[in-house]
Every structure is written in C-alpha cells, then in structure tokens.
C-alpha cells in the first residue's frame, strides 16, 4: 500500500478557493488512479473527482464540476486538488485515496487512505 498525507485545508469564506495537497510515500503514486473525497458530520463519505495515473482523464462529481480542478505530479508523487468558488456546503473532511484500477467513485473501491484534512467554507 502508499501512505497518504493530505494538507492545505483550513477555513475559508464562501466564494474564496483552497488548494489541497496529498503527498505520498512508500510507493509511486505513478501506479495509482487517485481520488479526492469527502465527509461531512452525519453524512456517507462521498466521491468528489479521480484523476487517472496518466493525469490525462478526470472525473468530477456534479456538485463540484467547473469549480474544482484534480492534478497530479508523479515525479513529486503528490496529488492536488484546486477548489474554487467554494461553498458552504464543501465543509467536510476531505480525503485522498488511491487505487491500482482504472477511475472509480465507490470509497470501497479505493485501496489506501491519508488522514484527512478540514475544509471549512464559512457564508
């Protein structure tokens, strides 16, 4: 499995933008389709984008589609994920996942997991 540490959450006003950073040891991550997802209080942990290991093909959910931006640089082996115009309903904790398959957007589906990292978007 890959190690997984994500960064660059915080607090931000409805409107502002955040750059998520997960970074990754152990292995290439030039193996791994990556996935960004999320978890809000008393709800599932749903899909959010996954970007393949080529970087050349993503896949957005609705909700977030034209706002945020998944890239990857897998000679730094990290992933990024560029959030803008956030809302209030993007607060959750959000998670990077990896797995040795093509996109996929069911949590399970996913084999390794960093920690998270919040993302609070104030109105």
């Known amino acids: 499995q890959v190690h997984l540490v994500e960064s660059g959450g915080g607090l931000v006003q409805a409107g502002g933008s955040l750059r998520l950073s997960c970074a990754a040891s152990g292995r290439t991550l030039s193996l791994y389709t990556m996935g960004w997802f999320r978890q809000a209080p008393g709800k599932e942990r749903e899909f959010v984008t996954a970007i393949t290991w080529t970087g050349v093909y993503t896949y957005y959910a609705d909700s977030v589609k034209g706002r945020f931006t998944a890239s990857r640089d897998n000679v730094k082996n990290t992933v990024s994920l560029q959030m803008n115009s956030l809302k209030p309903e993007d607060t959750a904790v959000y998670y990077c996942?990896?797995?040795?398959?093509?996109?996929?957007?069911?949590?399970?589906?996913?084999?390794?997991w960093g920690q998270g990292t919040q993302v609070t978007v104030s109105s």
């Open positions: 996942a990896a797995r040795r398959g093509p996109i996929a957007t069911i949590p399970g589906d996913f084999e390794s």
